[in-house]
Structures are given as C-alpha cells and as structure tokens.
C-alpha cells in the first residue's frame, strides 16, 4: 500500500535527537533524565485549551449577509442537507420536500409537516424497487466535552452514558413512498456494544457504506465518544433484510494491535480522531465500481479497492501534515461532478474537516481538495481559506464568536439539476454557510457567505455550542436552501444565477444514476417482507 503524507522524520535526525538528550540528561543529573523520558508534562499536553481572551461574553444575535438574498424564511422548520453524501430530498411530479419535515414545492411558501415516524436520513428512489426508500442511522450517545465534564469520555462517570446505552445501534430502512406516512422496514442492529452508526454513504444502489462501530475493541483518541468506527458495507438488495458483507479498519485501531498503533505521530494524545467519518464509493459495484474512499480522521484518507466487496484491500493512504491534534481529518469526502467545460475540475473532490472543541481550544484546520486523476493514489492540491467576521460583527475572528468553529458539512450530489462544477458551499458552524468559486482547485475564493445569529443562553452551553448549520441547492432552481438552528432559509446567489420562484418539475439529477426513475408510479406488487394487505 502506497503511503503519502508529508513531513517525515529522517532516521539520522532522530539518531542526532536522542544523543543530544542523552549528552543533556549526563549534564543535568537524574531530574533531567526523568524529564527526557516522561515529557516536561506527565502524559502530554491534550486538548481542550484555554478559552480565547477575547471571546464574548455574550450571545451575537444579528444576521450577517453578503452577496446573498433571502426569499423566505420558515422558523424552527428543517432542511435537506447532511453531513453525509446523500440527502432527505424528495420528489414527484412538481412537489418537492424534504422528508424530514419541509414542503418546498412553492419556494417563496415553504410548509412544514410533522412525519409519523422520524424519517432522517438518506433518500433516494430505488428503480428495481419502485420506492422511495430512506436509510437512518442509530448509534450510542456522544460523550460531547462539557463544563462540568470537559474530557468527555476520559470522565468515567460521563462515559458510562454511552457505554451503558441499551438503544438500537446500526440502520434503519424506511418506505417514504408517501412521505407524510413513513413505514419502517427493518431495524438493523450491530449488537450491544460500540458505537453504532454514525455515517454512511447510500444512494439508492444494492450497497451502503457506513462508518459504524459494531465492536467496543475499535479504540477512541478523541474525548468525544469512548468508541471508534470502521468501515462496514452493507447489502441492501432487500431493503428489509440487509445483510452485513465486510468490516474494515485501519491497521493498529484495534485493541491488541499496539504495534501497528504506535506508528502514528499522535497515538495516545487523548484528542485526536482515531474512527472513521466520511466513506464515498465514486461508481457503483453493481456498474463497474472498485474503489471507495474512507475517510478514517488522524489516521487519514484511505483509498480501499472493493473489486472483492467482501474483502476490502486498502492501496493507498492520504495525511497531510497539518493535521494537528483535535476535529476530524476527513469528515465527508465529496465528488466534484466533471464537466467538460470545466478542463481543471475534472477528477477532484473535496474533503471535508470538521472541529469539535468549542471556542477553538484546538488547533484551526481547514478542507481540502483533491486530485484523483489517478483513482488510486489522490493527493492535495488546494486547501479552502479561514472565514471572516463581517466587518459589523463585534468580533475580528470567529473564534471570539463562542461555538465551534470549521467547516463541517456541503451541499449533497443527491440533487436536481446540472450542478456547477466550480460552486461549493460549506457550512462553518458558528461562521455560518460560506460560498466558493473554486474555478481554481488550489486557490479556492470566497465569494458569498450567510452567517445566522445565534440561539439560546449563554449560560446553557449545549444551547449554542454547536450552532450547526446544513446546506442544500437546487441547481435547476438556483435555490440554495440553509438549515439553520433558527430554521429553514430559501436564498439566491449572483454567482449561482437568477433564482426560478415557482414550482418546477425535475427534469434531471446531478448524478444520472441517482433517482433513476423516480417518476414512476408505485405498483402494491412490490414486497418488502409484509403482507399484501399491510401494502394496501
């Protein structure tokens, strides 16, 4: 397996670094000693850091746009995007919602409803089928850094709330054929320990992708949960029976694997991301496909070939050298579409970086793009630039803006239309949603962005540590959708083109193959484990 990161350490450095402690130690008695071995701190230095000097002490509650207009608004309400590769986007003849809970057939009017069964997750119709299906996931709780817990699983009183966590861990498939009416078809558990699932990838093809936990033995760095994730792929050909195919980890995320562990610069820093999070098969198995990307955070982004889908064989890994300690490297991979009138996007994707500790008492990072021309072997050519406050906010850096602060989600693939190549959104958390020309890969340039005003008390930390924000775009509408914690924004932007503000039928997807045949009319011939006369 090809291995690229950057930043090595050669083997005479490391020679001349141990005699030089060593000639130290000598001069300096035993204390010195005991000092090159232990470290000048016991057990090294780990995140959360200090809170920022100049943060606020107090809530910013104001808007702040640019280049952006907003053409209706829907308090509390939700939207379509993610932080997974698909979306909650729905569709017949000209209607249009999101199955989570939104009506946007007329954009300037968009109507909430409440579904009988919680149906979040990832939607698509699936041909073969004549449904429309959604996939969830369920897993165990977070042990998210609080004030009175601040280490999170390394509290042992606080991680025993997801360790003794009794609740579904895996997938659940839905029949949201009639979105107001969802019908669950299976829940599909991986046991009674590890951490569930928290991601995956599924656009309606015969296989998922799922970062999941299905064992309590895949070690955490990170405070924010006590268990890591592999990568586990699913059968979904009966979308009421799915059946398990492969499990894959790194080498050295296991227990007993300490070897194989120890080969990574920040193995037992206590903060970094040792799980998986983004996973993205570029072409399905059943067409052709024999890559997919995994996205497992500090250890890096790897390329696995699944010519053998049971069988996983990792061929190349991905690290770049700035991934510091904290957040997650590689949250969600995403596919530029290629567009032959755009020569210079073709064969890239962006990879995602998510913080996780509030008030940036971890260390900035920041997204990357990536050159794939070669499948097997990507590598980074661009990284997306820090935001900045509006010139009005009563703050110069976001980290000052209390919550957390990096980039975290982008608009799905799963959507109507032709999409611009050159377009990205991201969503920033307390920075809001940024919009980029990416016309050139290396030097990504911000050109619009929407920063909402923050929610709940300061004194209730969970009430705005997050302050999450999703993204979703319409490209045959010019409709950029924003879900906020305020609720749902309908907006425009010069640099997508003018908006359509009247209900419009589908006429195309960005991916061809998804939601192929998604107008078709649903016959009560199709099984899915129950009786006839539970499908009338």
């Not at 199955?99 to 698509?124: L, R």
């Not at 820093?269 to 059943?286: C, F, L, N, T």
């Not at 109507?416 to 809001?432: E, H």
Request: with cysteine; net charge positive.
């Amino acid at each position: 397996m090809r291995d690229d990161t950057r930043g090595k350490l050669s083997r005479r450095n490391l020679l001349r670094g141990a005699s030089a402690a060593l000639a130290a130690a000598a001069a300096g008695g035993l204390a010195r000693l005991s000092a090159q071995v232990t470290g000048s701190t016991t057990g090294g230095g780990t995140v959360p850091l200090r809170l920022p000097a100049g943060a606020l002490t107090s809530l910013d509650r104001k808007d702040y746009i640019r280049n952006l207009e907003i053409h209706a608004f829907l308090p509390g309400a939700k939207g379509g995007g993610s932080d997974a590769t698909g979306s909650s986007f729905w569709v017949k003849g000209a209607q249009r919602m999101f199955v989570n809970g939104t009506d946007i057939t007329d954009p300037t009017k968009p109507v909430a409803f409440k579904p009988s069964i919680n149906a979040n997750g990832s939607v698509a119709y699936v041909k073969r089928l004549k449904k429309w299906l959604s996939l969830g996931g369920a897993s165990a709780p977070l042990t998210a850094p609080t004030p009175q817990f601040p280490r999170g699983q390394y509290d042992p009183e606080y991680a025993n709330k997801s360790r003794s966590y009794t609740g579904p861990r895996g997938v659940r498939t839905f029949d949201v054929t009639d979105p107001a009416k969802p019908v669950l078809l299976q829940d599909f558990s991986v046991g009674k320990v590890g951490g569930g699932t928290h991601c995956f990838q599924w656009e309606g093809g015969r296989y998922a992708y799922a970062a999941m936990g299905w064992t309590d033995q895949l070690r955490m760095e990170s405070s924010e949960r006590p268990y890591s994730d592999g990568i586990m792929i699913l059968d979904l050909q009966d979308p009421a029976h799915i059946k398990d195919v492969a499990k894959w980890w790194v080498p050295g995320q296991m227990y007993g694997e300490e070897a194989e562990y120890k080969k990574f610069v920040w193995a037992g820093d206590g903060s970094s991301w040792s799980s998986s999070h983004g996973v993205y098969a570029p072409k399905r198995p059943e067409d052709g496909g024999n890559i997919l990307y995994a996205g497992m955070g500090h250890f890096g982004m790897y390329t696995l070939d699944i010519s053998d889908i049971a069988h996983p064989k990792p061929v190349h890994r991905l690290a770049y050298e700035l991934e510091a300690m904290g957040g997650i490297p590689h949250h969600t991979i995403y596919q530029i579409p290629n567009d032959p009138a755009y020569p210079r996007l073709q064969n890239l994707y962006i990879s995602v970086f998510e913080c996780l500790e509030t008030d940036c008492r971890e260390p900035w990072h920041t997204s990357y793009v990536i050159d794939a021309t070669n499948p097997r072997a990507p590598k980074i050519i661009g990284t997306f630039p820090r935001p900045m406050p509006d010139p009005a906010a009563p703050y110069t850096d976001f980290c000052f803006a209390r919550g957390r602060f990096s980039s975290h989600n982008i608009q799905p693939l799963m959507a109507p239309g032709k999409a611009r190549p050159d377009f990205v959104a991201l969503t920033y958390f307390s920075a809001g949603v940024r919009i980029y020309d990416i016309s050139d890969p290396t030097s990504p340039k911000e050109v619009a962005y929407f920063v909402p005003g923050a929610v709940g008390d300061i004194n209730q930390w969970e009430s705005w540590r997050r302050r999450d924000t999703n993204v979703f775009i319409e490209w045959d509408r010019n409709l950029i959708w924003v879900a906020t914690d305020k609720g749902l924004y309908a907006m425009s932007c010069p640099f997508l083109g003018k908006p359509v503000l009247e209900p419009k039928k589908v006429e195309r997807w960005v991916m061809p193959e998804y939601n192929a045949g998604w107008d078709e009319q649903t016959p009560k011939t199709v099984y899915f484990g129950r009786s006839l006369s539970q499908m009338a």
